[in-house]
């Protein structure tokens, strides 16, 4: 069977996975998605999870994912604070200060600083929630101030909690570079670095690999910029209108991750 879904498949032999709008929404799974990654395990396909979250760990995430019917192993979950964990050790500089809530500290924990009370090489913002005030702000300017560099765990402006419209971790991020002139290192989606690290990890190379996201811009026009396919799915923050007006153009769209099953099984 030849359709333009089989054909994006064609030469691809890994996918990244977005986890939000992708395999599930808020808290409701998407229909087929847990039976279509049980597909790819179950195939040996290999597949990495690449998500922008900032206020859980790896190991939380992947506590989430079983709880909601899915088998993906805590490995197979990739996350900003993971790259910026890998991105610390690739330049030898480990000493940081982080700014973010939840338990996403124990994400860095492995780098381990032999020296807690080191001058950090790096101030790294998360979304933090009620963690920012005046005083780990003002901490965080120092460092600056003295030579650390800036990471932004991800650079939203809000997003959407239960209670309403909630600032996100931009805000935080450009205040201090206001403050201090300098320009954070983005982590996680749509950084190239970011998608590139789970691609490593499978061993495979961009042109091999297709990213399914609901986002055109991060998910979608992020694959583009690293040299992958995007698949968009008709789930999630699906837009028609924002597809429409958008430049970025899918490799294909699909109703929702659970074609994939269909798609690699009468792909040529
Ligand atoms: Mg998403």
């Known amino acids: ?37 049980g597909f790819l395990i179950d195939h040996g396909f290999p597949f990495r999870c690449v998500s ?15 709880s909601l019917g899915f088998r993906i192993p805590e490995n197979h979950i990739f ?34 600083p032999t020296d807690p009370d080191a001058r950090p090489d790096w101030v790294i913002i998360g979304d933090a929630g009620n963690e920012v005030t005046y005083d780990t702000m003002n901490t965080a300017f120092r460092h600056l101030m003295d030579g650390a560099e800036l990471i932004a765990l991800e650079n939203d402006r809000y997003w959407m909690a239960a209670d309403g419209l909630s600032l996100s971790a931009g805000p935080i991020v450009k205040a201090l570079e206001y403050a201090t002139g300098k320009t954070a290192i983005v982590m996680g989606k749509p950084s190239p670095a970011f998608f590139c690290l789970a691609l490593q990890d499978m061993h495979l190379r961009p042109e091999q690999a297709a990213m399914i996201g609901d986002d055109i811009i991060t998910d979608i026009g992020g694959a583009h910029r690293a040299g992958m396919k995007g698949i968009l799915v008709r789930t999630g923050k699906f837009r028609q209108d924002s597809l429409d007006t958008s430049a970025i153009k899918p490799a294909c769209i699909i109703d929702s991750v659970s074609r994939i099953k269909d798609i690699l099984e009468n792909r040529r």
Not at 58 to 64: D, L, M, P, S, V
Not at 81 to 90: N, T
């Open 79 to 112: 996350t900003p604070p993971l790259a910026a964990v890998a991105h610390m050790k690739k330049t030898g500089r480990i000493h940081y200060y982080l700014l973010s809530t939840g338990d996403v500290n124990r994400d860095f924990a492995e780098t381990d």
């Open 52 to 66: 922008n979250t900032t206020r859980k760990s790896r190991h939380t995430i992947a506590g989430h994912l079983s």
């Open 1 to 37: 069977m030849d359709s333009p879904e089989t054909d994006c498949m064609n030469d691809i032999r890994g996918l990244l996975i977005d986890l939000d709008g992708v395999l599930y929404v808020g808290n409701r799974v998407v229909d087929g998605a847990s039976e279509a990654v």
